[in-house]
């Protein structure tokens, strides 16, 4: 039975902040942080995204993001280990086991990023597959890549040794303590358009390997779009999953988020989320090749990132470095009654979308607690309505709403004769807890 | 609020026997049959399909399935009415209110087939729209046709007038008696497959048109394959969607519906049934132009069909002549057993699928009922094995399995230790229920 | 045989300026300018663009271009006539008989516009065809319609009464007098994505037509862009066929046009050019339901678009108001010197083309001329050069180029070494003779 | 300047017979039969197709027919070598030049296969390039691959050494002797869907590589289907380009080359060959892990093999072993009256074709001489008509036809009133000399 999340995970991720150079120092500088001021709201992850075993990563900025035929950390059995030089507890075959525990002991979880797949240059050099009689050379599939990162092949389908290999390397993983794996180039090889999911494969072998471990394992497929068509398949054998390619700091990728979350908005599910990317907020871009900078999104914007993402019941993993957060972000990263949404027992749905706006309602069908949210497209304020009698989710609810407090701004609106009205600034949202 | 039926519609459609001709006799012939034989076990729908309003249907059979530029029975607003020399009750503007009638004294209900959009004559004559101070070429769009029927151009969006065509031609069929709508053309508009979901405004024009009404009719969209993409559109708007184009009696066609029962097995709920398409058994095929033939499925294909059908949670529609009937037939197609799978209380999966068979799982939540069936699509007999242990959809119930009945032959199964096995028929079924 | 003309046509059409609603007094006007003006230079052909037929054209510009379910003027036989009202000579049946007459009577040739197909007010009213024993609805195939424009269905293959449609029409045409036939709708089906070319057949009996009519007609297909797939069909059948969809005034059409003159830059031969479409410049646009303007290109734009259109061998059709041509654009029209280079007996070739400038050879293979063309596609002037050594067009030929004369400036320029060198302006070009 | 043979390469090709693994002798039997039997007929090209530098070539034919991972020939400067196991010549460093003065000796040429790009082991191992200062990694393009060979990486676009790169191999080859390169996975890099011609810019770099070493080599570019839409590119930078994936002894895809001769028939000219590839006949497939055998085309499907490869003006490329011809087929191959038509001089150009036949004609521009070629799509023997009045090609051309001589039997037959006819065998060819 795959780890059954009875809400979606929260935490950091050190892509948008550190791009594939992030260090010990810094992914526990950031837990650090997020151990004092943020976990009492319901964070909890720490994950330390790619090429993590690439000691040269990040030194060729300008003219690769990914060093091709670099040199990688690499076990005698083809497995990836921490980069030394980046990782220092992980000297002497620790792996990510010091960094975990250090992770662990502030009361938080910790995660990792994988490449779909085995090194190439295990393949080339024949190396053994650990648990098996086979070479890396046997499993490898030299026609499956990745078309943006060079170190994987693919590994093939039904072969001997092939789950020996996601064995080998989940079992090391849980081990070290891993407690989510972000495993990329999977939910959509975007390489491959007329088999966009050529490695569901690999997918169901990553689930058993997880199975086998024995240990809760989150187990998260990048990169986007997910293929809705796949959605069945991904429910199945993952928690999460990405609907859409790398979101960031632009007005443009959040209004299309609207489109996607629309798409998925039935599919959230117990140990099941769609996955609308991490929250580019706060401070960003330091390992990209220039300098570091604040988050392009407007006030207003973010409040409409995290209304949505939280009312669709989306994953929360922030982008920002945490050191830096200011004290505005941070409230709008620690609002538990916001928060709360995005346990599974609150089912987001869309109850309208034009050209203008958005409004999406929520119910929790145990307490029966009711929500509408507000989204404004617009370049202008405007003001926007809903008759709750038209809701489909509260058809089935007793009762006249009288009052709605707009929780951003923590204030009490009246709502005459059911009908909930408020003005919205231009690009952002109000969400309404109904009494 | 669209119209929530707790199980998927069940019922008798004149389409794989009569084409576009059947009269009013044949559709009275197969009601009273009905009623009499098989309304017990849950059938009640009669369907008249396709160009009921044209005189001339069928009698250029070997040029043409739809006379283009033919003959049709038509009112002064542009509203299509069964042609008199076909349905004489129809006559004195009657509509089909008589027939509905007819079924409805029957114990059964009425249900007909539309083409989407307005006729193409009431366009180039200039009609009055009821209801509206505008005429058919003021809604009527031009660039918007049916890839293989002449008749109708799709209505515009968003112009005044437009509600108030669909608004006047359903409120004549609720008039009428009519409870159920098959709108063709709509959920796959296969013309234009850079936009095949090009009339959605139309099928939300459609489901406005019916709550305005105020009668429960069922919407039902065709022509297949329904966009997965859409799912919660569908969901939203209709009661059943077409999942494939035209099924007929050919192996390869069933098999392919195990793909898309994969596809669609998330999305049947309440109100919501996504369809397999109608049961071609029994007698065919009198109205294509060839004589009427007996179902190409073999008695184990016939098991299987049905077996899909029901543990899916498709909507059942019978394509033959109920009329000739053979015994076996009518046992297979009323056994309560068996057809009570179709509500909605039961929740049908996919356990497995390869080359060789598939395995379904199914769970009545609130009694606990549990199901396999088992899927053989080898040319030879083979063992089929599942162990229940192993089936997500059970893992929350308690208990050992001892026992299992295969309901079509009524046998009792030991099962081992918690493994169910059997030996299935080339392209048969096995459906147990476990105890 | 189909028509081979020399050289690619030359003319004026109505279109860019008078839309859909051109008439009798507007065409003779710019008949009269250009047999004053400019045939000395080579240009005649007078065209009527689209909807001649249709009595309303024009009045409803701000919801339709295309009024659906309009008013047309049209036989007994279905062929569709000139609008008396727009068009008062050809009362009493005359068609385009007088004015085509009037053209012809200034030394210059005539040519209107058509959609393919039969009108669908035809087929609904089952109208004769003429010569034959059919009606329109026996030929009109009711599922073959343009995506963009109301008026006609397409004409089915292989079915009797089909040829004879085309027959009849063009044979008036011929009577009438027309010299050029600007089919629509037919280079490009664009409403059928998966078979864009699926007028093949209707291409084919228009050339029949012609052929059958005496005259020599050239036909003209539009809308592109052409397939280049089908480049030996057109060049089979037609005498010119658009490789763009419709181009306006906009230095990014303009761009994009030398993509596409690499890609169909073997394929210029005697009676067969592909089409850059109309040149728009000078006074445009008063029918599209605004003022009208001065084309949007700068004087550099004007050249490059002249010098491309002349070394790629592109028919050339001005969409300028003639009477309203400012002197520095009569005098762009008008250069002999320039305008030869549209005869066959000039190859034009790419040479070079990146991100920042096309060069393109020409040779005439009889007299030995050669030239030269630079474009500067950047925001600034640009040195461009040119190693006449490397023009694979020039290796045959013998001798060193001493001297080159840019023919737009009429000045002289020193080659050193056999490389050319100049400055060109930011969207500009330069057109070189080499001695 | 690129090669401008008058004539299309004729020769023989090992890999129809041999698969991966043709060794030196088989190389040399097949080199003196062409030269005692065939040479004198026009035939001259002996190509060692793939993997001449796996030394393990052939012996995992149940799994691989590419081994990957596999051991290869190499030099320090990452350029593959001949596998000295299978070509002992190539010892001490020779390569295939004693191979090639062999087959020059026999007054022959010799042709090699490569695949595109560098080998990945060469990025891997960061092999220095010859003739610059960078490694293998610095040019290799890790996510450019052939969908079905893993041999090679793709050379990066407009980096330093790549050039280098490809001018070292052509400079070694050039030295060896070779005189014609088959490159593979290049005319259409069909892992790519949305860019099939991912890699023109290494055919260009080919191209520059082969006009440095001086050597007149044809440049033969594979597989097909190649893209009519980069046709002048073809026609620019290479001799002759596959127009279909890989041919072999199947009707269906002899009967599919008649829709690709139809497409690219205007494309054939000096230097310029479209490709219809090897001819699959005698015997056959040895090396593909079967016993060997005959081809499954009947003798009338080979006549219309040769005839259409003929007319059209493909390259011939002999896929059989050729010391086992027997007579009848040598005596196929050995038509110097029909062999000739392969020349530049001879220009052939579809007449009609439809579902139960083709006509083909074709005219020397210089000495005037005509042929019409009958092809006979039908299962059962017809009669097929040419009026040779309406075959364009001849428009130009004096005088009446009185007499037809049918080459391949040797047969003249008159003509009555310029109508040619004759009765065809299933699936066979006429071929006629006209008079």
């Known amino acids: 039975m795959k780890h059954r999340m009875k809400k979606a995970p929260m935490g950091w991720n050190s892509y948008d902040y550190y791009d594939t150079a992030v260090n010990e120092e810094q992914v526990k500088a950031n837990a650090d942080f997020m151990a004092a001021h943020m976990k009492e709201a319901g964070w909890e992850y720490i994950v330390v995204d790619i090429e993590w075993y690439a000691k040269d990563a990040g030194t060729m900025r300008d003219k690769y993001q990914y060093i091709p035929f670099g040199d990688e950390e690499i076990d005698a059995y083809g497995r990836l280990l921490p980069a030394v030089n980046r990782f220092p507890s992980a000297a002497d075959g620790k792996g990510f086991g010091p960094l975990a525990a250090y992770v ?72 070290w303590g891993v407690d989510f794996i972000k495993c990329d180039d999977i939910c959509n090889t975007n390489v491959y358009p007329h088999n966009p999911y050529s490695a569901a494969h690999e997918v169901e072998m990553l689930q058993r390997a997880i199975q086998k471990s024995g240990r809760d394992i989150v187990l998260s497929l990048s990169p986007g779009p997910a293929l809705i068509e796949k959605a069945w398949h991904y429910e199945k054998y993952a928690n999460m999953w990405r609907i859409t390619d790398d979101f960031w700091d632009n007005w443009d990728l959040l209004r299309n988020m609207f489109d996607r979350c629309e798409l998925w908005q ?49 994953p929360l993993m922030i982008g920002a470095e945490l050191t830096k957060l200011d004290e505005w972000t941070l409230d709008l990263l620690t609002r538990k009654d916001i928060l709360k949404l995005v346990s599974n027992d ?43 009698k038209e809701v489909e989710q509260f058809a089935d609810t007793e009762g006249n709403v009288s009052c709605a407090k707009e929780l951003w701004s923590r204030k009490e609106i009246a709502v005459q004769g059911n009908v909930l009205t408020d003005t919205v600034p231009s690009h952002g949202a109000r969400l309404f807890e109904l009494h």
């Open 104 to 175: 662990h002991n502030l009361g938080l979880k910790f995660g990792i990023h994988i490449m779909r797949g085995i090194p190439r240059i295990a393949a080339h050099q024949h190396m053994p597959v650990f648990g098996s009689s086979v070479t890396a050379n046997d499993i490898a599939d030299p026609s499956s890549i990745c078309g943006w990162n060079p170190d994987m092949y693919g590994v093939r389908r039904n072969v001997e040794g092939a789950q020996a290999y996601y064995d080998s390397i989940i079992s090391l993983y849980a081990e």
């Open 346 to 388: 609150y089912a987001g749905r869309q109850f309208d979308k034009n050209e203008d706006c958005a409004v999406w309602s929520c119910l929790n069908q145990t307490t029966g607690e009711k929500y509408i949210a507000f989204f404004n497209f617009k370049e202008t304020a405007q003001e926007i309505q809903c008759d709750l």
């Open 266 to 314: 039935n599919h959230v599910a117990e140990g099941a989320y769609p996955d609308c990317d991490m929250l580019p907020l706060g401070k960003l871009g330091k390992g990209f090749g220039k300098p570091e900078w604040d988050t392009n999104f407007t006030k207003d914007e973010q409040i409409t990132m995290m209304t949505l993402w939280c009312i669709f019941g989306s």
